[in-house]
């Protein structure tokens, strides 16, 4: 079973900057992609950033140029470094790894951690 542990989130304000962490339990896995996604009350989980395995990177319009997502090469690790923060990036994080499997690709989550941007 995958497990994928994030960390790095936190409150700041407008302006400033976090960087968030998930790590995939083990190297074994090649996934397909592995990304954020973020999820405010009363709507739905959407995508922030993912990088795929050949490198291509997605980024969603509202954080591009603000944001980076980047991945250990050694490890199943990807951060997210967020600057110039807003408070419209206020939202629960979660760490999302797509892994193929024999009928398809399933999915893997973390936990979720806080990112709160106010004064």
């Known amino acids: 079973q995958v497990q994928l542990v994030e960390s790095g989130g936190g409150l700041v304000q407008p302006g400033g900057s976090l960087k968030l962490s998930c790590a995939a339990s083990?190297?074994?896995?090649?996934?397909?992609?592995m990304g954020w996604r973020r999820q405010v009350p009363g709507k739905e989980r959407e995508w922030v950033a993912r990088?795929?395995?050949?490198?291509?990177?997605y980024y969603t319009d509202s954080v591009k140029g603000r944001f980076t997502i980047s991945r250990h090469s050694n490890a199943n690790t990807v951060y997210l470094q967020m600057n110039n923060l807003n408070p419209e990036d206020t939202a629960v994080y979660y760490c999302?790894?797509?892994?193929?499997?024999?009928?398809?690709?399933?999915?893997?989550w973390g936990q979720g951690t806080q990112v709160t941007v106010s004064s």
């Open positions: 999302n790894g797509n892994l193929p499997t024999v009928d398809g690709a399933r999915e893997f």
């Open positions: 083990s190297n074994r896995f090649n996934f397909n992609h």
């Open positions: 990088i795929h395995g050949n490198g291509r990177v």
